[in-house]
């Protein structure tokens, strides 16, 4: 009798543990968080804050930045976890502030005097450029992550960029009406400049990936259709990507 329960105790104890064992690996395996990274095709939208400006030789004018603020819908496709080739459309303002000459001294040194287009010299006339742009880029990510869920990436390609329109303008901060031309006739109608940007990709667990990259966008053609001058429109700046 005392031998049938102790056989019995043992096989209740082996029962007991292998059922512990198992509910231990499905906790374990529920905790696990899943790895993005070893996903092939990824969808998203971007966030883009650049500063543009015209740069080259025999410019007409003196040119400084200007933010230019956009959005893309892209696509991703790795065929390996670190190699991959990424397509997007989106809108993109471009453009560049120009410097005139100041004449009167600015608002606060005259502030009875109305300034005028081409006679102030405080960063008030605006470039700007509203553009279609498609970005076609080849993505390279370290194959493992530099700290937990963070690798670094970079993208090297091209954007066909088709300009919609260019306005001239300048800010009359004092009345609130602005100056503005429509002067899309005297600039480069379409343009494949080229594009490189760099920066990290962070798992966010299962919900997607967080990119923050540095971009560099430079024309590859002169940015004046008529002859003002030889130059091209770059950008630089910040894009943030959200992709699942």
Not at 40 to 61: A, C, E, H, S, V
Not at 93 to 121: A, C, K, L, M, V
Not at 219 to 225: L, M, Q
């Amino acid at each position: 009798m005392e031998k049938n329960i102790i056989i019995s105790t043992l096989v209740l104890l082996t029962i007991a543990s292998q059922s512990i064992a198992q509910e231990k690996e499905r906790i374990l395996a529920e905790a696990d968080v899943k790895n993005l990274f070893e996903k092939k095709f990824y969808w998203g939208i971007t966030g883009n804050q650049y500063w543009g400006k015209i740069r080259g030789d025999n410019l007409p004018n003196e040119y400084f930045g200007k933010p230019c603020l956009g959005t893309n819908l892209k696509v991703e496709y790795y065929p390996i976890s670190f190699i991959g080739a990424s397509v997007g459309f989106g809108i993109q303002q471009r453009g560049s502030g120009i410097i005139t000459t100041d004449n009167s001294g600015g608002s606060f040194t005259h502030p009875w005097e109305q300034p005028q287009y081409d006679g102030d010299s405080t960063y008030r006339r605006r470039l700007r450029f509203n553009t279609l742009e498609v970005p076609i880029t080849l993505l390279l990510r370290t194959p493992k992550d530099i700290i937990k869920g963070v690798r670094l990436s970079a993208a090297v390609g091209v954007a066909y960029v088709k300009t919609m329109r260019v306005n001239d303008v300048f800010l009359v901060v004092e009345d609130g009406y602005h100056q503005d031309q429509v002067v899309t006739k005297d600039y480069l109608a379409s343009d494949l400049p080229l594009q490189l940007s760099f920066g990290t990709d962070i798992n966010a667990g299962d919900t997607g990936i967080l990119q923050v990259h540095f971009v560099y966008t430079r024309g590859n053609k002169n940015v004046f259709a008529s002859n003002q001058g030889d130059g091209q429109l770059i950008t630089y700046g910040f894009r943030l990507s959200w992709l699942y």
